[in-house]
Every structure is written in structure tokens, then in C-alpha cells.
């Protein structure tokens, strides 16, 4: 019985020690013109001083041809895109691709929706994110406005300013609209989820420069980032 007791005790005091592996998230950036790399590793350090996440990144730019690090994402939880129009080889494809068949949480902003070669497009904008990419309008000021009540993506998110709507198509069926942009003559769906066999998506077509300097904007992307991997939040959230 002592030896039970102290063998019992001992698992009690090493488990007080042992902590939760950190959420892996990895960056795929490419988008030149809103400035995708400075946003992601500034968006990247403020999250890691208040969550316990770790990001890796893969760092480039349109029509690039290989990105460096991309073998880190075979061990990340998520996949966040930030990337347009880059050539990327069929290797490096068959590793972004195994992610998505696999059904593992991604978060896409601003040009994911057209972040590869056309017939990966078609099949990442459409299928997997749920969205319907058709463009975009001039560069305007834009309100954004949740058209939700409640979602877990937008706890704690309160209506914003933006710029530069992007248009999009009917989304998906399984896709399931949270934010709309108004630019006065127009209103486009701008932010939503996809579920599809219960695995998640998030995308938004917000992301310009200034909207990373948002608290709104980047509070949504927290719960995002935790909501398609199913977690709840880890860190102080301050």
C-alpha cells in the first residue's frame, strides 16, 4: 500500500509539470501588395506574447516557384494562407494539397482565395474554403458588418472599418456567411467558415495593411485560428 501510495503520488507531482504542446501553426505568405510577410510576423509575435501557439513560416511572394521551410507543415495543426498566384513545383503542391485532403484546420485572408496555379485555385477557393472569388472593386472604404449573431469566430469582435472589397460568388452550400463589406453602392460577403465532415475552414477577404493594426480584426483571426483546430483558447487572451 505505501509503495502504491508513493508511486501514485509521484505521477501526481511529475503531472503538475507536464504542459499541453503548443497549437503548430504554419504561415504560407506571398502577397507583395499588401505587404503579407510584415503583417504575418507581426500578427505571429503579438498572438505567441499572449497564447501559447507557435508559428513557423514558409516566406515568398507572387508567382514564386519554392518557397524555403515548407516541410514544416507536415507537422503543423494549421495552415494559414496569406499567398497570390505563386508557381509553386508539384512537390511542393503535393504537401499543401495533403493538408487539405487531409481535412485540417486552415485559415485563409485577402488573395488565399487565389493564393496558387488556376486549377488548384479552383479547387481551394470553391471546394475547401467555400468561397466563390470574382474580383474586386476600386480602392474604397468599406464598413464591416456582422450578419450573426453569434459565432465563436466573432466573440468579442465588434463592426469595423476596411478598405478594398473583394467580390465574391454564391459560396458553398456548407459554408456559412459571418461578415458582409459595404462600400454604399455595394455589399459582398466578405468573411466566412466552410464545414465540411466536420473538418473547418475560415476565410476572409479583409487583410490589407491596415486592418492588421485592427484589435477587431485581429481578434478574429484568434478565434479563427482556434475555432478550425477545435481547441479552446490557450494563453490570457490579454
Do not use: C
Not at 492588421?212 to 483558447?233: C, D, G, Q, S
Request: glycine share 10%; charged share 25%; no cysteine.
Amino acid at each position: 500500500m505505501k509503495t502504491r501510495l508513493i508511486t501514485w503520488l509521484g505521477l501526481l507531482v511529475i503531472g503538475t509539470f507536464i504542459e499541453a504542446a503548443p497549437l503548430k501553426v504554419h504561415i504560407i505568405s506571398g502577397a507583395k501588395e499588401y505587404r503579407s510577410e510584415t503583417s504575418m510576423k507581426g500578427f505571429s509575435k503579438w498572438m505567441t506574447k499572449r497564447y501559447d501557439v507557435k508559428f513557423t513560416g514558409s516566406w515568398g511572394h507572387d508567382g514564386i516557384e519554392e518557397l524555403a521551410n515548407l516541410d514544416a507543415l507536415a507537422a503543423a495543426d494549421v495552415m494559414f494562407v496569406f499567398a497570390r498566384r505563386m508557381k509553386l513545383g508539384e512537390s511542393q503542391m503535393k504537401l499543401i494539397r495533403a493538408h487539405w485532403m487531409a481535412g485540417k484546420p486552415i485559415v485563409g485572408v485577402r488573395t488565399a482565395s487565389h493564393a496558387f496555379q488556376k486549377s488548384d485555385n479552383e479547387m481551394f477557393d470553391r471546394k475547401v474554403m467555400g468561397g466563390n472569388y470574382l474580383g474586386h472593386f476600386s480602392n474604397e472604404p468599406l464598413k464591416v458588418i456582422n450578419v450573426v449573431k453569434a459565432h465563436p469566430v466573432l466573440r468579442g469582435v465588434r463592426p469595423f472599418g476596411s478598405s478594398k472589397l473583394y467580390k465574391a460568388g454564391p459560396l458553398a452550400k456548407t459554408a456559412t456567411l459571418l461578415q458582409q463589406g459595404d462600400i454604399g453602392k455595394d455589399k459582398q460577403g466578405i468573411t466566412w467558415v466552410n464545414e465540411v465532415k466536420g473538418h473547418r475552414t475560415f476565410y476572409t477577404s479583409l487583410g490589407v495593411p491596415e486592418d492588421f493594426k485592427n484589435e477587431n480584426f485581429k481578434r478574429m483571426l484568434v478565434n479563427a485560428i482556434f475555432w478550425t483546430a477545435k481547441i479552446t483558447r490557450l494563453g490570457t487572451g490579454k
